[in-house]
């Protein structure tokens, strides 16, 4: 790893530290003027509404921290893996504050020019995060995959060898959990002892959980098209943004289907060994989803619409 990637890195925790400090005025120090934020379902927020935003959740999460769990740097690139905790004391979504403390991972990647952040992804698992306030909806259905139009960033920098090795190594993981169902292949891409982070926790453990997360799938949702919006490598890590584009063809979350197309966003880091995936750690926008499966779609967040009169549950 070069200079360039160290001084990013020091960046960027200079960055969460100034978060930590709840400044938010000197935490959008660190971006260049037209830095912009790729947004939970692809929407590119320019970085005065990415404040608001960021203003918004910190009043209602006022004593939030992040703890860095993972980071790697790239070029220009830096992904970061980290946790979330933080009291609910402000309105969040509609609902009023409940005095909980929440937590929930957060991965993020982050492209740094010049000493500033000119953009960045992330994804937060809501989901979990929304549990932990009030009664999680129902979740009926799952992810099926039928179409893989994975495109990749240019990979001109850092180690391109390594880095397509272990690239084409999560192609075919994909493809196999998300595409033949062919779960004999997964025992070739991940080893014997591999680890799931951010498996559910009725789930068996490692390889075998795999098999039976996806092996369950229904045909809530069919997917028609993945994107990889960055890939950094470091050392031993792959982290990837990925933008998934859906169809609602079955009933999800107490929603029949609709026939409707819409994207999420997720994060997924994996950690190699010996040319395998040792570890995974993946978060998915699926709180987002209800909103995006309304009748009249929202920005707020998914769970905004389950909340409301008369909403499934």
Same mark, same amino acid.
């Given at each position: 790893?070069? &200079?360039?990637?160290?001084?990013?890195?020091?960046?960027?925790?200079?960055?969460?530290?100034?978060?930590?400090?709840?400044?938010?005025?000197?935490?959008?120090? /660190?971006?260049?003027?037209?830095?912009?934020?790729?947004?939970?379902?692809?929407?590119?927020?320019?970085?005065?509404?990415?404040?608001?935003?960021?203003?918004?959740?910190?009043?209602?999460?006022?004593?939030?921290?992040?703890? #860095?769990?993972?980071?790697?740097? =790239?070029?220009?690139?830096?992904? $970061?893996?980290?946790?979330?905790?933080? $009291?609910?004391?402000? =309105?969040?979504?509609?609902?009023?504050?409940?005095?909980? *403390?929440?937590?929930?991972?957060?991965?993020?990647?982050?492209?740094?020019?010049?000493?500033? #952040? !000119?953009?960045? +992804?992330?994804?937060?698992?809501?989901?979990?995060?929304? =549990?932990?306030?009030?009664? @999680?909806?129902?979740?009926?259905?799952?992810?099926?995959? $039928?179409?893989?139009?994975?495109?990749?960033?240019?990979?001109? &920098?850092?180690?391109?060898?390594?880095?397509?090795?272990?690239?084409? *190594?999560?192609?075919?993981?994909?493809?196999?959990?998300?595409?033949?169902?062919?779960?004999?292949?997964?025992?070739?891409?991940?080893?014997?002892?591999?680890?799931?982070?951010?498996? @559910?926790?009725?789930?068996?453990?490692?390889?075998?959980?795999?098999?039976?997360? /996806? %092996?369950?799938?229904?045909?809530?949702? *069919?997917?028609?098209? !993945?994107?990889?919006?960055?890939?950094?490598?470091?050392?031993?890590?792959?982290?990837?943004?990925?933008?998934?584009?859906?169809?609602?063809?079955?009933?999800?979350?107490?929603?029949?289907? *609709?026939?409707?197309?819409?994207?999420?966003?997720?994060?997924?880091?994996?950690? /190699?060994?010996?040319?395998?995936?040792?570890?995974?750690? %993946?978060?998915?926008?699926?709180?987002?989803?209800?909103?995006?499966?309304?009748?009249?779609?929202?920005?707020?967040?998914? +769970?905004?619409?389950?909340?409301?009169?008369?909403? @499934?549950?």
């Amino acid at each position: 790893m070069g &200079s360039t990637e160290q001084a990013n890195k020091e960046l960027v925790r200079q960055l969460i530290d100034t978060w930590n400090r709840g400044d938010l005025e000197g935490m959008t120090r /660190f971006w260049a003027p037209d830095m912009v934020h790729h947004g939970r379902d692809g929407q590119q927020v320019p970085a005065a509404e990415t404040a608001a935003e960021m203003g918004r959740f910190m009043q209602a999460f006022p004593d939030l921290r992040f703890t #860095v769990h993972g980071m790697v740097a =790239e070029g220009e690139m830096v992904a $970061t893996r980290l946790g979330v905790e933080a $009291t609910h004391k402000g =309105e969040y979504l509609g609902l009023p504050p409940t005095g909980r *403390t929440v937590r929930c991972p957060l991965l993020g990647q982050l492209r740094v020019v010049d000493g500033k #952040v !000119v953009e960045h +992804w992330g994804v937060a698992d809501g989901l979990y995060l929304l =549990e932990q306030l009030g009664p @999680p909806p129902d979740v009926a259905g799952g992810l099926t995959m $039928t179409q893989d139009d994975t495109t990749t960033p240019d990979e001109s &920098s850092g180690a391109p060898s390594r880095k397509s090795a272990y690239e084409e *190594t999560v192609r075919e993981f994909r493809k196999a959990v998300l595409f033949t169902r062919d779960f004999s292949a997964v025992r070739k891409v991940l080893t014997p002892d591999f680890v799931d982070h951010f498996a @559910p926790p009725w789930d068996p453990p490692g390889r075998e959980g795999v098999a039976h997360r /996806f %092996g369950q799938a229904a045909d809530a949702l *069919t997917t028609r098209r !993945v994107e990889v919006l960055t890939s950094v490598c470091e050392g031993d890590v792959l982290a990837q943004a990925i933008l998934l584009h859906f169809e609602h063809t079955g009933e999800f979350m107490g929603l029949p289907p *609709t026939g409707r197309t819409f994207a999420i966003g997720g994060s997924n880091t994996f950690r /190699f060994r010996a040319g395998r995936i040792a570890e995974h750690w %993946g978060v998915f926008d699926v709180a987002k989803i209800p909103d995006l499966l309304a009748p009249a779609p929202g920005r707020e967040g998914g +769970w905004a619409s389950m909340w409301r009169p008369g909403a @499934p549950r």
